[in-house]
C-alpha cells in the first residue's frame, strides 16, 4: 500500500528557481491537499481540491500553482522560489470531501530556498 | 478569522498516567474535529474524528471529548506508554471544505 507519496523527500533551490513537488495517492480519492508546516505555525493550507480540474485556494496561495489533471495527481507549483517558502511541505488526500473524513499525509518534501 | 489554540509547551508525564490534551476554537462552530499524531520527520496521522452530536468518543486508550459551548477538545491517551511520545495536532473544518491545523502539543512520556 503506497497511501500518500511526495517526491522528492529534500530539495535545495536558489532564490528565483522554479520547481514542481510532485505529489500521488493510489486510494482513488477525490479530495487532495497541499500544506506548508513552519516552526511555531502550524500546518497551513496552502490549495486544495475537490476532484479533478477543480481547484481552489487555501489560507496562503501566494506563490504556489496547481493543477489537478488525474485523480491520482496533485502537483504543487513554486514559480520564483522566494526564502519565505523555505518549510516542509505536505500532500495529503481524503475519499470525498474535508468535513468528514480522515486526511491520509504523506511524509513531506524539505525544501530549502538559499 | 478562525483561530485554533492548542498549548505550545510540551507535555510531559510519567508512564502510566493518563495524558490531557486540550484544543480550543475561536469564531466559528464546527460539525467534525479530528487529532492527528505527528512523529519526527513524518506526516499527520488520523487518530479520531468526533461530531458535534457525540460529546465523546472512545478508541482503545484515547478518548476524545467535545464541547461546542466551551469551544473546547480534549484528548486522553490513558495508561501511557513511551511510544504515545509525540506531537498532537487537533483540527477542524471551516468554509464547509477547508480543514485547518492547530499549531501542536508536544508529549513527552517519560519510563
Known amino acids: 500500500n503506497a497511501g500518500v507519496t511526495q517526491t522528492p523527500k529534500f530539495q535545495v533551490l536558489k532564490t528565483g528557481q522554479s520547481m514542481t513537488l510532485q505529489c500521488a495517492q493510489d486510494m482513488n480519492h477525490e479530495y487532495m491537499s497541499w500544506y506548508r508546516q513552519d516552526p511555531g505555525m502550524g500546518l497551513r493550507l496552502i490549495h486544495y481540491s475537490v476532484g479533478a480540474g477543480i481547484t481552489d485556494q487555501g489560507e496562503v496561495p501566494n506563490g504556489y500553482n496547481v493543477s489537478r489533471s488525474t485523480t491520482e495527481d496533485f502537483p504543487l507549483r513554486l514559480l520564483s522560489a522566494a526564502p519565505s517558502q523555505t518549510s516542509v511541505y505536505f500532500c495529503?488526500?481524503?475519499?470525498?470531501?474535508?468535513?468528514?473524513?480522515?486526511?491520509?499525509f504523506g511524509d513531506g518534501t524539505r525544501l530549502s530556498i538559499l | 478569522s478562525q483561530k485554533i489554540e492548542q498549548n505550545s509547551e510540551a507535555l510531559n508525564i510519567q508512564e502510566g498516567k493518563t495524558a490531557t490534551l486540550t484544543c480550543n476554537y475561536t469564531?466559528?462552530?464546527?460539525?467534525?474535529l479530528q487529532w492527528y499524531r505527528q512523529d519526527p520527520g513524518r506526516g499527520p496521522v488520523f487518530l479520531l474524528l468526533?461530531?458535534?452530536?457525540?460529546k465523546e468518543k472512545r478508541k482503545e486508550r484515547l478518548k476524545v471529548t467535545f464541547d461546542t459551548t466551551l469551544k473546547q477538545s480534549l484528548f486522553h491517551i490513558t495508561a501511557s506508554q513511551p511510544a504515545d511520545s509525540a506531537t498532537y495536532l487537533c483540527?477542524?473544518?471551516?468554509?464547509?471544505?477547508?480543514?485547518?491545523f492547530g499549531t501542536g502539543t508536544r508529549l513527552q512520556v517519560f519510563p
Open positions: 495529503a488526500s481524503s475519499y470525498g470531501g474535508s468535513n468528514n473524513q480522515p486526511q491520509h
Open positions: 468526533i461530531r458535534e452530536n457525540e
Open positions: 469564531n466559528y462552530s464546527p460539525a467534525y
Open positions: 483540527a477542524l473544518v471551516y468554509n464547509t471544505d477547508k480543514l485547518i
